[in-house]
């Protein structure tokens, strides 16, 4: 008899069908490279260089939307516990 999803411990089930490890790495990666950036923007009260801002944007953008093409977009509760997809959303932001 099949298995129906409804029926099955979700999250666990979810973890099957999208390579959660591959997806917080590459996370990691864009919160490593922006994280300071963001935190550096938001702690000064001046509007960056259009040249710096611009310097910035491009690759972060880039590098999102590759994130997006990897993320279900599942609600947080189904994500694994030590997911670090709101964080890089936040960082994104």
Not at 52 to 69: G, I, K
């Amino acid at each position: 008899m099949p298995e129906y999803a409804a029926f099955s411990d979700l999250p666990g089930t979810v973890s099957l069908w999208w390579d959660f490890p591959a997806i917080q790495k590459q996370y990691a990666e864009f919160i490593d490279a922006y994280a300071p950036v963001a935190a550096r923007l938001a702690a000064t009260e001046t509007e960056p260089e259009p040249a710096e801002a611009f310097r910035h944007y491009v690759p972060l953008l880039t590098q999102w939307r590759r994130l997006t093409y990897l993320d279900p977009g599942l609600p947080t509760e189904l994500l694994p516990p030590d997911c670090n997809a709101v964080t890089t959303r936040q960082v994104f932001q």
